[in-house]
């Protein structure tokens, strides 16, 4: 059963964990678009563009481009959303089967779940620490950000894979 299109279209409600989730990055999500909205006239015209590994500012620009990060969060959060209410469409183990079906969909979607809201709130901080640099409240992320946020979306990667292994 490897064809999308032959799959079982199983209504699996969301996990206790799932809704905690999409609340908590959800309200980060939405609370630095309010802070942008609400801090933007004090804004200078230049405001960190781009930052290296390193997680010092390596390019300045318009703080018109501050308005990328929540574009993309949008685009991130509607494709991830649609997704997560599809998990038929997902990719699959040649083991899977109906009777398996449930418990790969469960942590499929999970997983994106996770991905989803792990992004939104990478986001946001990136949103908040640009605005912070550009009025002088902080210097930069620091050498651990980079790090820490491929260690925080590696994570329930793992977990899933590690889960899915144990799927029979």
Known sequence: MTNSWERPKLKVPKTKSEWILDIMGYSIYLGSIIFLTIIWGMLPEEVPGHYNALGEVDRWGSKWELLIL???????????????????????PERFNKSNAKQFYL????????????????F????????????????GFGV???????????IPIVIVVRGNKKIK
């Open 70 to 92: 929540p574009g993309v969060g949008v685009f991130i959060l509607l494709l991830m959303q649609t997704l997560e209410r599809f998990p038929e469409v997902h990719n699959y």
């Open 107 to 122: 942590n499929s979607r999970k997983l994106l779940n996770r991905l989803k809201n792990i992004c939104l709130v990478i």
């Open 124 to 139: 946001a901080l990136i949103l908040f620490e640009s605005v912070s640099i550009a009025l002088g409240w902080s210097d």
């Open 144 to 154: 651990l950000f980079l790090p820490i946020a491929i260690i925080v979306l590696g």
